[in-house]
């Protein structure tokens, strides 16, 4: 079992920054992928970005240039610094660790982006 707790979701201006952190804990696979999804009203959870526990890392179009993914294996902890939000980008945001066999997912934060 893997519990994953996310922090730093809010309500900023557009053009502004946040930064969401998920640490995880329990039975941790040190080969595991982690990254961060997100759920607008209405839509289906999609991709922001991943990260492997070498730091290769993945971006959906909508958000390369402007988010930014990172991880500290020795914290068990996966950080996305999002600069230059829009008004699109506000959202449920989750953190998901994928496990050797199954796959974990955050409570979800909400990220709120006015005009």
């Known amino acids: 079992q893997v519990h994953l707790v996310e922090s730093g979701g809010g309500l900023v201006q557009a053009g502004g920054s946040l930064r969401l952190s998920c640490a995880a804990s329990?039975?941790?696979?040190?080969?595991?992928?982690m990254g961060w999804y997100r759920q607008a009203p209405g839509k289906q959870r999609d991709l922001v970005a991943t990260?492997?526990?070498?730091?290769?890392?993945n971006y959906a179009d909508s958000v390369k240039g402007r988010f930014t993914i990172s991880r500290d294996n020795a914290k068990n902890t996966v950080y996305l610094q999002m600069n230059s939000l829009k008004p699109e980008d506000t959202a449920i945001f989750y953190c998901?660790?994928?496990?050797?066999?199954?796959?974990?997912w955050g409570q979800g934060t909400q990220v709120t982006v006015s005009s």
């Open positions: 990260i492997t526990s070498s730091k290769s890392t």
């Open positions: 998901y660790y994928q496990g050797p066999i199954l796959d974990y």
């Open positions: 329990g039975n941790i696979f040190r080969g595991s992928v």
